[in-house]
């Protein structure tokens, strides 16, 4: 693809100011340099109009330099029958400049071997317009070699358009000098071709480098982490990223709206969004979509979510799916449904497939199954992977595991986490724990949570602790509590039997296997729970010992219920204690049943006390069960004495 570059001024010489609206034959359009001594075109010096009338007289008398400067100032103006016989006239004078401008003269009138004749005829006389202009002519008409003979003239006599031609030319070929040229338009403030040595730079500066003293087979320089090693012109090689955000920037300052968005991006990324959110608001104002929906992000993350809704708005208009999507989610988060689906068929139809998915949760959240059905098969189909795994989950719930597998191991195969996770699942139920495990790995190691929790038991299982310690770190730094529990517990056993205490020694500082129950029990994780309120116990801290039984007591914990009885009962609390107990017993709990056994013997209550020995003897462990059993026979032979 031929990329249109900046429309930039190509007089050779000539200081001729134009003050009317530029065409497209401005780029080739020639003055001629044998003025430019005798012409001062300041505004406090002549305007446009006596210039033009004082080259037509001369013109008229015969001058070729004015003959040719009043014809490109017609054919600037569009007047091609005025200008051709002044042009025909300086031509055949010999002007180079008249040759070039005749050339565009014939092109915009449709005769484009003819205009290609008279370029050459100022190519060969040195002019660099022309041999750009003559150039293009061979590449529009397949002739590549001609093309570039020519652009390459151009381009060695500084020309910045046919520097930026040839470089485009040599990087559709994929030929590795495409990169200098870019890189002397650039410097000359052509705009585009500063914006496309960014991207060429900053694409070779992100690719896997090679090794630490490798050479770049393109350019032959010295290859460093961050990408070629340009000399600042101190010898010091410069950063790849650091010389393509400084062509991103000459390229967005001279009004170039992609530089500007790509800039956007670059700070943004480097958490510098002040400045980012400036470089998206030029890009915006020029018309540039994405930048007005990146601004969008930009505000709401700042708080601002009306004035992102108008950029949104405004992107959404111009076809920008990504900002359609974003009003879609911020309607339905208002509960505005159907302005939500309005938007979200908009970004489907400007070819965003998140429009088709975020349809489908849409569906789904209100419970219209069938429909969130379609829109989910229907963006599974164009590659979308996290509709392909809700389509599975769908068909899943319904009973159709057999058709929901291969959506899954789509939809996994394309990288996503959540379906590998829930092939771990499958098969884990079909008993199949070998498949499971590599796809709950697969899943691990995609970042996903609960496949690694998962992982970090298999492990334990199978007695390889260290791997089961990383995965289950993994897990709980990821917010699980049970693998935060699980962690701990593996860090608990590890630590050496507490010794007797010692009268005024220091407390003892929290453990890192403390640290983990915490956070699981934070997160109401009841067994952490009681398991922090026996390690404060240990401690000697009751009050937090006994805020922990009782959180985990109040959640159901049968062993949260019993250890808050000892505790309140040590304290001399043993009627709330009793409470306690009684919620442990009746929730399975053997100890607590014989304590409240114990209890009713104390108070003379022996039938009471039998019942609950009973209730010990049911429950166990064995220890607890053979003394309730011994209980229960004394309290027989006392009520039966």
Not at 50 to 61: D, L, P, Q
Not at 160 to 188: K, P
Request: contains cysteine; aromatic residues 6%.
């Amino acid at each position: 693809m031929v990329f249109m570059g900046d429309r930039a001024t190509l007089l050779e010489t000539g200081r001729f100011v134009q003050r009317h609206p530029r065409n497209a034959a401005d780029d080739i359009i020639e003055a001629a340099g044998a003025v430019d001594e005798t012409v001062d075109t300041t505004a406090d010096h002549e305007n446009e109009a006596e210039t033009e009338a004082h080259h037509r007289r001369s013109a008229e008398n015969g001058d070729a330099a004015s003959m040719s400067v009043l014809g490109a100032l017609l054919l600037r103006r569009g007047d091609l029958d005025g200008a051709e016989p002044y042009l025909r006239g300086a031509t055949a004078e010999g002007d180079r400049a008249a040759a070039n401008n005749l050339g565009v003269l014939l092109h915009q009138r449709g005769y484009p071997d003819e205009a290609a004749g008279w370029w050459r005829v100022a190519a060969v006389a040195g002019s660099a317009p022309a041999a750009h202009a003559l150039g293009r002519h061979h590449r529009e008409r397949g002739d590549e070699p001609g093309a570039e003979y020519w652009l390459r003239q151009s381009a060695e006599q500084g020309h910045a358009l046919g520097a930026y031609a040839l470089a485009d030319l040599l990087e559709h070929r994929s030929d590795v000098g495409a990169e200098r040229w870019l890189r002397a338009a650039a410097e000359q403030g052509h705009r585009e071709a500063a914006y496309r040595l960014a991207l060429s730079l900053e694409r070779r500066a992100t690719e896997p480098a090679r090794g630490p003293h490798s050479y770049d087979t393109a350019t032959g320089l010295r290859t460093t982490a961050d990408g070629p090693a340009a000399g600042d012109g101190t010898g010091a090689p410069k950063s790849g990223l650091t010389e393509a955000e400084q062509w991103f920037r000459q390229a967005a300052a001279r009004g170039h709206r992609r530089a500007a968005l790509h800039l956007g991006v670059l700070l943004e990324k480097r958490g510098e969004l002040k400045e980012a959110g400036r470089w998206y608001l030029t890009s915006a104002k020029d018309g540039e979509a994405k930048a007005a929906c990146a601004l969008g992000f930009l505000l709401r993350d700042a708080g601002d979510e009306e004035s992102a809704a108008v950029w949104w708005l405004r992107a959404a208009q111009d076809g920008d799916g990504n900002a359609a999507n974003a009003l879609g989610a911020l309607h339905a988060a208002r509960g505005e449904q159907q302005t939500a689906e309005r938007w979200y068929r908009a970004a489907m139809d400007a070819g965003d497939v998140n429009g088709a998915y975020n349809l489908g949760l849409l569906c789904a959240a209100q419970e219209r199954t069938a429909q969130a059905e379609q829109w989910y098969r229907r963006a599974a189909y164009a590659g979308h992977r996290e509709a392909a795994n809700a389509l599975a989950v769908l068909l899943l719930q319904a009973g159709d595991a057999g058709g929901a597998e291969p959506w899954f191991s789509k939809a996994a195969e394309a990288g996503s986490v959540d379906a590998a996770f829930n092939l771990g699942i499958l098969h884990a139920g079909r008993d199949d724990d070998r498949t499971a495990l590599s796809w709950y790995e697969r899943a691990a190691a995609g970042g996903h949570t609960e496949a690694a929790l998962q992982v970090g038991i298999a492990c334990l299982r199978d007695g390889d602790e260290q791997t089961a310690e990383r995965h289950l770190r993994c897990a709980a730094g990821g917010g699980s509590a049970e693998a935060a529990f699980r962690l701990a517990s593996v860090l608990d056993a590890r630590r050496p039997e507490p010794g007797p205490p010692v009268l005024g020694a220091p407390r003892e500082e929290k453990s890192e296997c403390e640290e983990w129950y915490e956070r699981a029990a934070q997160q109401g994780h009841r067994r952490a729970q009681v398991r922090v309120g026996m390690l404060a116990a240990g401690r000697g801290d009751v009050a937090e010992a006994a805020r922990w039984y009782r959180e985990a007591a109040e959640a159901g914990s049968r062993n949260g219920a019993f250890n808050l009885g000892l505790l309140l009962a040590r304290e001399g609390g043993e009627r709330e204690a009793a409470l306690w107990w009684t919620r442990a017993a009746h929730a399975g709990h053997g100890r607590a049943a014989l304590r409240l056994a114990l209890l009713a013997a104390r108070r003379g209550e022996l039938t009471e006390g039998r019942r609950w020995c009973a209730r010990a003897v049911e429950l166990g462990p064995a220890e607890v069960a053979e003394r309730a059993a011994r209980l229960s026979e004394a309290l027989h032979q006392e009520l039966t004495a």
